[in-house]
């Protein structure tokens, strides 16, 4: 089908390739289908565009990239939600925002998006763990990946 | 808005499914307990609001950053 987008324009997408979020996430109950479009290079960043609203897309990276040491446990009545068979099908995402200058960029550790890439189930998952909250800076002041 | 007065030990039942019990309460602090289905969240409401604002600044337009973001090197 085609969308239009907020920062790629107007592309076609596969309904295999939409992620379905069953509750929305919070503050956006009812957007349901979201696709994951490239931004960069080398896969560290990524847009998360609504198929329905083309004006509402979110940046993402894996938090990885930038925080070594993050690391969480999904509660049993997520892995039921989102159908998860094996920690080898998920991926995990965290919500940027973007601020200018890009050097302030925070992290949002605290509620992951969580994909079940098997069947493209997805949920923004908050964490009860209380040293992640949601403001993370990804550069730490040094000028070094933290 | 239900208001409803419990004395530390009393319940309310919510449908079929969630009771809510005043453990204790001293000062102004409640301990309160919940039981709900699995598949029903229960969060502190500041958390919640927390998560659903940051999602509503970070949907904001950053057409002006998108170049720097795509290149990137970090």
Excluded: C, W
Aim: overall charge negative.
């Amino acid at each position: 089908m085609n969308i239009e987008t907020k920062y790629h324009g107007a592309i076609e997408v596969l309904e295999s390739e939409t992620l379905n979020f069953k509750k929305g996430i919070p503050g956006f109950p009812m957007e349901n289908e979201f696709v994951l479009l490239p931004l960069s290079d080398e896969d560290m960043f990524y847009v998360m565009q609504s198929v329905s609203t083309p004006d509402l897309a979110f940046v993402l990276t894996s938090p990885f990239n930038f925080f070594k040491e993050y690391d969480f446990h999904l509660e049993e009545p997520v892995v039921e939600e989102l159908d998860l068979e094996t920690e080898k099908d998920v991926m995990v995402f965290s919500i940027l925002t973007v601020q200018d200058p890009f050097e302030k960029t925070t992290a949002n550790l605290q509620a992951p998006i969580i994909i079940n890439s098997k069947n493209n189930k997805a949920k923004q998952v908050i964490l009860h763990n209380e040293q992640y909250n949601t403001k993370h800076p990804i550069i730490k002041k040094t000028g070094t990946k933290g | 808005m239900l208001v409803l007065t419990r004395k530390n030990g009393e319940s309310i039942k919510i449908g079929e499914d969630i009771e809510i019990t005043i453990i204790s309460s001293k000062n102004d602090q409640v301990k309160i307990g919940i039981n709900a289905p699995k598949n029903i969240e229960v969060f502190r409401k500041e958390i919640i609001d927390g998560i659903q604002a940051e999602n509503e600044q970070a949907s904001k337009d950053i057409s002006s950053l998108i170049k720097i973001i795509k290149n990137k090197q970090i």
